[in-house]
């Protein structure tokens, strides 16, 4: 991620603020920034106005990279837990249930019921 990141397309006046007509590519990554930052753009933009643009890359980055652990942190606790089994049993008991009426219905208004 980080080498992506990195890597992202810019334009060669090194300063930083939203313009995404002018400057998609720093544009892009401000928005990036926001998004796992809870910055809007405007707060964003202020923040790397004096950076450079390899520097803002590298904390664009970060956060990235930051956000993207605690996803997996999360996935793992999950999928390491019997929580999903919890969710699909009772999912499942309460359709059961459910079907169970419906199918007792049909099948008295048919007249196949004893």
């Known amino acids: 991620i980080r080498k992506k990141i990195m890597s992202a397309v810019t334009d060669s006046e090194n300063k ?6 002018n400057k998609p590519g720093i ?6 920034y926001s998004c ?3 910055m809007n753009i405007e707060m ?3 923040k ?7 520097n803002f890359k590298k904390e664009v980055a970060e956060i ?13 606790k999950i999928i390491n837990s019997n929580e999903l089994d919890e ?3 009772n999912g499942n008991k309460k359709v059961f249930d459910i079907s169970r009426v419906k199918y007792n ?4 208004k048919i007249g196949l019921g004893r």
């Open 64 to 76: 990235v990279i930051e956000k993207i652990i605690e996803i997996q942190n999360r996935y793992n």
């Open 105 to 108: 219905q049909v099948i008295d």
């Open 44 to 46: 964003v933009s202020n």
């Open 87 to 89: 969710i699909l049993d």
């Open 16 to 21: 930083i603020y939203y313009d995404p007509v």
């Open 27 to 32: 544009s892009n990554l401000i928005t990036i």
């Open 48 to 54: 790397f106005k004096d950076y450079n643009y390899g």
């Open 36 to 38: 796992f930052s809870n």
